[in-house]
């Protein structure tokens, strides 16, 4: 989540960069950064969705009947969902 924020951040100094220099705007490598960008924020939500079904998977153990039981003996608890808020789920957009 911490490298989430951190690249949410980062990406919001650089597009008011990348709009103040017209020819950065028309650079090619500028283009491959944002499509590998694109590609970045992909990866992030296939990963935010791959811990949200484990962590289902874990609830639903944690509250069913016989694991529940082993559950309470081992300390194992539900866990909480990982979820963007505000602003992390907001588009990020570059326009030419």
């Known amino acids: 989540m911490a490298a989430e924020a951190a690249l949410t951040q980062a990406l919001g100094r650089l597009f008011p960069v990348a709009e103040a220099y017209p020819q950065l705007r028309a650079c090619e490598n500028f283009a491959d950064l944002k499509r590998e960008l694109a590609g970045t924020e992909d990866k992030i939500a296939y990963a935010r969705q ?47």
């Open 50 to 96: 791959f811990y949200n079904s484990a962590v289902q998977s874990l609830n639903t153990a944690v509250q069913t009947v016989p694991t529940s039981i082993i559950a309470g003996f081992g300390g194992f608890c539900a866990e909480p969902y990982l979820e963007a808020v505000g602003d992390e789920r907001a588009d990020v957009s570059v326009r030419f």
